[in-house]
């Protein structure tokens, strides 16, 4: 296989992943703004652009922090490279790119995704926002499944390692959004607005039913930090997103040959992982943890494009 390919593969899963997180994030960000018991307002709209890392990008546009305004940057605004329309349009290029490797389904996916936004201006209100994030996830979703039912070989493969080291950082990301969040000032650790902000957060991975499977003490921080980041059961977990990263780097090593430092990596970080304590990552300092997660998921990314030569 062609560097030039493999690279193609390789971010064609991870701009769809990454197209995905954002809907999951604008998603959940309306529906926190939206809480009955206090709206979140700015701080919610703010700590989507913090974790999506385009806070300074979207402070350059001078416009405020409103649903509007921030909703439309992160879905249709094609400035930022973060939005799900830029996403959606570098995943449509490579997918372009190596058209022969993908089923008809997979290709029909991308392009009814990457249409939804075509001639489309604003986002609309919050319901017009949540169906047009719905239609992102549904579609994501259509590809996924795709790729699934696509013969187990090197192009399938390298979609799915692009798409489990995204969402590994999307998950890093989203666990990290309590540390940008702040509470409103007078409102408890442990409150309802506390309580809403974690909900919330499960939601978006579509944990919710997951975490009372497992927990039967009620919403607790600690748990829902111990779900998705040490969990494998949770296919979004850090744990998971580990598990099935080693296990894509060694099939495609059987069938092309090409083994070395991206696997000793992620490897080393299973391990890692697999002796980690939920009680030890609180007390060491979650931001400081998943800051540590994110710089070595990068160094990840870095070592599989050399490994697989990425041109």
Wanted: hydrophobic content about 45%; some cysteine.
């Amino acid at each position: 296989m062609l560097s030039r390919t493999a690279s193609a593969l390789y971010w064609l899963g991870r701009y769809l992943e990454r197209a995905d997180f954002i809907a999951r994030l604008v998603e959940a960000t309306v529906r926190l703004d939206a809480l009955s018991a206090r709206p979140a307002g700015e701080a919610a709209w703010a700590s989507a652009l913090a974790v999506s890392y385009t806070d300074k990008a979207f402070a350059a546009t001078g416009n405020p922090l409103t649903q509007a305004h921030v909703a439309r940057f992160l879905t249709l605004d094609s400035t930022n490279p973060g939005s799900i329309i830029r996403c959606l349009e570098m995943a449509r290029n490579n997918a372009r790119a190596v058209r022969t490797a993908l089923t008809r389904e997979a290709w029909t996916a991308i392009n009814r995704a990457w249409l939804l936004f075509h001639n489309r201006a604003s986002t609309g209100g919050a319901t017009a926002t949540l169906n047009l994030v719905e239609q992102v996830k549904g579609e994501t979703r259509g590809f996924e499944g795709a790729i699934h039912r696509m013969m187990r070989n090197e192009p399938t493969l390298l979609i799915q390692l692009g798409a489990a080291v995204e969402r590994a950082d999307n998950t890093a990301r989203l666990v990290d959004v309590k540390y940008h969040l702040l509470l409103p000032k007078g409102e408890p650790v442990g409150g309802v607005v506390d309580r809403d902000q974690w909900t919330t957060i499960l939601q978006t991975v579509s944990a919710v039913n997951a975490y009372r499977w497992v927990y039967n003490d009620g919403l607790k921080p600690r748990n829902v930090i111990d779900l998705l980041i040490s969990r494998a059961e949770l296919p979004r977990s850090l744990a998971a997103c580990v598990e099935e990263t080693v296990g894509l780097l060694s099939a495609l090593a059987k069938r092309t040959g090409l083994q070395g430092e991206a696997d000793r990596m992620a490897r080393a970080r299973m391990a890692r992982l697999q002796k980690t304590r939920t009680s030890q990552i609180i007390v060491s300092g979650l931001h400081e943890y998943l800051g540590a997660f994110i710089a070595e998921n990068a160094m990840l990314d870095a070592a599989i494009a050399r490994q697989f030569r990425f041109g």
